[in-house]
């Protein structure tokens, strides 16, 4: 910042738990309030204003935010005895599945919102300055919140998020997306195309559209029909300038033969999906209501790489889903020694309160899911490991993000998301660089720098003009 800018009016404080989704939201609720005079703060001492942003998927996660809250209460109380005020807010899935909990457990929290209603902050901040009380808004409104939201500010480093698709209509036995996010919404594909646009001319190299089920995403096209997410990331790789796509999260459901086309096709499509089955049981997958069996996770598998050659695969797996016998377990492990991932995530199973498979029984009892989960852990982290020592040698591409911890070291991101360090110049940051790997760790790649700087990959229009 130049020296001789004034001082920002006010300071905000973000943390975010969850999902990618909630760093979008994040960034978005800053871009809404910064025209209000709020700049970024890291401190809470110094905020005016704090905002919890939640994830409510899991019980763990849920936690969080009242221990958080419980913190900031006294930082809250030391700022008033010295006059100041902080604004107190809590945003995301918790706010919007527990609102009246937590200004009941919280009574000090002023701001509860749900993910629907971010584009009314400014008002629902004027309302708390002006009255005592706090304000609930986690009603999900008529208008769509995205025609309401101001443009996105300049994305801060090479890679950006872009939330195309919201919510879910899938309603999996154990998921609390389907109430806490509502129904399933596509952003129109002009929108979208803008908002990419902006991106990019913002620096952005790599983004990644985001959506809970993004592969559902259905929006409206500028030439009237509804465009699925094949033709939408067709469109964005088009894009002059965006060197990188991804997108997440999908369900097999619908990995539609016009999406595994694009990763033949797409050049910027990097050759890495994360694509959650859960389980490998085909009762499992039925008591959770996914909509598919083992062998159709598979058929998708095998023509992702038939599209696809060099395409590596990420995964969610539950362990312990109400039901879940030993032999569901073994069909679960028998799925990731057939598929193999280059990572995965992998939870034990969180009863959460309205959900299907909260009520549902029996209930798997605590120390067997910690053994069911560690088998799966093991299992995923030894593929991890083998996936990234299989790339010592290798030379690729690496999206320089910009310094490591240590000096003189630069990181970056594989075209397969692993953490890339390599010695370089501080200036390769943003730019797509060449690098040949010399060693795999458990999570990160270790590299040398070729030199220069790798080309853009060719734009979908140049693809099809050639
Ligand atoms: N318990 C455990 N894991 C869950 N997930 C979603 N809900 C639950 C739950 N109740 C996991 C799923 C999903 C990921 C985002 O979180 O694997 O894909
Ligand atoms: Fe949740 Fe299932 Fe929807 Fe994914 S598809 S968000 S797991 S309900």
Redesign the pocket.
């Known amino acids: 910042m130049p020296s001789d800018a004034s001082p920002p009016k006010k300071r905000l404080l973000i943390r975010t738990w969850g999902?990618q989704m909630n760093v979008y939201d994040s960034a978005r609720m800053a871009d809404v309030l910064a025209p209000l005079g709020y700049a970024p703060t890291e401190l809470p001492e110094e905020a005016d204003m704090v905002i919890l942003n939640t994830c409510h998927?899991?019980?763990k996660a849920s936690e969080k935010v009242f221990s958080d809250l419980g913190r900031l209460r006294g930082v809250k109380e030391e700022k008033a005895a010295r006059g100041e005020r902080m604004i107190l807010a809590v945003a995301g899935c918790v706010a919007q599945a527990e609102g009246a909990e937590i200004t009941a457990r919280a009574p000090y929290v002023d701001i509860v919102l749900g993910p629907q209603t971010y584009h009314r902050l400014p008002e629902m901040v004027a309302r708390v300055s002006r009255a005592a009380g706090a304000v609930i808004e986690t009603d999900f409104p008529a208008e769509d919140k995205f025609d309401h939201l101001p443009e996105t500010a300049a994305p801060s480093g090479p890679i950006a998020f872009l939330t195309v698709q919201e919510g879910c209509d899938k309603f999996?036995s154990?998921?609390?997306?389907p109430y806490t996010r509502g129904a399933e919404f596509s952003r129109p594909a002009a929108q979208v195309l803008a908002e990419a646009r902006r991106l990019v001319a913002g620096g952005a190299r790599e983004i990644a559209l985001l959506g809970q089920n993004v592969n559902a995403y259905h929006g409206a096209g500028p030439d009237g029909r509804e465009w699925g997410l094949g033709w939408l990331l067709r469109e964005v790789a088009a894009i002059p300038g965006l060197a990188r796509l991804r997108y997440t999260?999908s369900h097999p459901r619908d990995m539609d033969e016009d999406l595994i086309a694009a990763h033949g096709e797409l050049p910027q499509l990097m050759p890495f999906l994360h694509l959650?089955v859960?389980s490998g049981s085909d009762r499992m997958l039925q008591a959770m209501n996914r909509g598919h069996k083992a062998a159709d996770f598979h058929r998708v598998v095998e023509k992702l790489r038939a599209a696809r050659p060099d395409i590596a695969l990420s995964s969610?797996?539950?362990a312990g889903?109400p039901g879940e016998s030993d032999a569901d377990h073994a069909a679960t492990l028998a799925l990731i020694r057939e598929v193999g991932f280059a990572q995965a995530?992998?939870?034990?199973?969180?009863?959460?309160p309205g959900?299907p498979?909260?009520g549902a029984g029996p209930q798997v009892p605590e120390a067997v899911k910690d053994a069911r989960l560690a088998e799966i852990q093991a299992l995923l982290r030894d593929q991890q490991e083998a996936f990234n020592r299989s790339r010592a040698g290798a030379v690729m591409e690496v999206l320089c993000t910009g310094p490591a911890r240590h000096p003189g070291q630069m990181a970056g991101r594989s075209p397969w998301l692993q953490p890339v360090h390599f010695d370089g110049p501080a200036q390769l940051a943003g730019q797509i660089v060449p690098v040949r790997i010399t060693a795999g760790h458990p999570n990160s790649l270790a590299a040398e720098w070729l030199g220069g700087a790798a080309k853009a990959p060719p734009s979908h229009q140049e693809i099809r003009a050639a």
């Open positions: 999902c998927i899991r019980e999996c154990f998921c609390v997306v999260t959650p859960q969610d797996f539950i889903h995530f992998s939870f034990k199973y969180s009863a959460r959900t498979a909260a």
